[in-house]
């Protein structure tokens, strides 16, 4: 794989082309339409496919994962609400893009990924082009207790059911975002904890992720 990390007029263009394109399919969160803009997407992709990058679709990054189309990416970001300084728990890293998005947005993140290969290019990759999360090697379905609670928690996969384990882990007043159903597709779900046993969820739009792999999940 041919990586390099260029971002020149073509790119930038491109991008804002993106962040237009995102807010007429509905995505008005400034913050998170500036973070579009910032972060190069085409850092995550083979040189050979950069002509890729900037179109609002998936596309394979290896290891049977993608990166996530950018209408999702944006979608998920805006459900979340990022305050600058949120403790956010992250399942599923992948290539790292969706992480790039939510630490433009201020977020403190906490990163996990099951997947050896892309957590070995991700920890390497992210911290090169400016962006350090906390990142974990393991199994993402049972959240990290260890650093709970956080704020939010957002599942770049998807689940068939809601692992009880992640409500646990949020804060009173916190929030999951969480795409459930099938293999082949899913609703996105938002759950905010609104009391020690209480939460209020929301059905979404559906979407299409990489299933959720785990002892908490398939």
Same mark, same amino acid.
């Given at each position: ?73 944006? $979608?998920?970001?805006?459900?979340? &609400?990022?305050?600058? /300084? @949120?403790?956010?728990?992250? +399942?599923?890293?992948?290539?790292? *893009? ?29 911290? $090169?082009?400016?962006?350090?999360? &906390?990142?974990?090697? /393991? @199994?993402?379905?049972?959240? +990290?207790?260890?650093?709970?609670? *956080? ?68």
């Amino acid at each position: 794989m041919a990586y390099k990390f260029v971002d020149n007029y073509r790119e930038k263009g491109a991008r804002k082309q993106l962040v237009k394109h995102l807010e007429k399919r509905g995505i008005e969160d400034k913050n998170v339409l500036r973070a579009i803009g910032k972060v190069p997407r085409h850092f995550f992709f083979d040189e050979t496919f950069w002509n890729q990058a900037y179109r609002d679709i998936a596309f394979p990054i290896g290891d049977g994962q993608t990166i996530s189309q950018p209408y999702t990416v944006a $979608y998920q970001s805006e459900l979340l &609400h990022v305050k600058r /300084g @949120d403790k956010i728990l992250e +399942i599923g890293t992948g290539c790292g *893009y969706q992480s790039c998005i939510l630490l433009e947005l201020g977020a403190d993140l906490y990163t996990i990924e099951r997947q050896e290969n892309l957590y070995n290019r991700t920890i390497q990759v992210l911290p $090169y082009i400016g962006y350090k999360p &906390h990142f974990f090697l /393991g @199994d993402g379905s049972k959240g +990290i207790s260890e650093h709970a609670p *956080y704020d939010k928690i957002i599942v770049t996969a998807g689940a068939p059911f809601v692992p009880d384990v992640m409500l646990k882990q949020l804060k009173l007043g916190g929030l999951l975002v969480i795409p459930v159903g099938d293999e082949n597709s899913q609703k996105m779900v938002t759950i905010l904890r609104v009391g020690e046993n209480n939460f209020e969820r929301i059905e979404l739009d559906t979407f299409r992720f990489v299933p959720l792999v785990g002892d908490k999940a398939w």
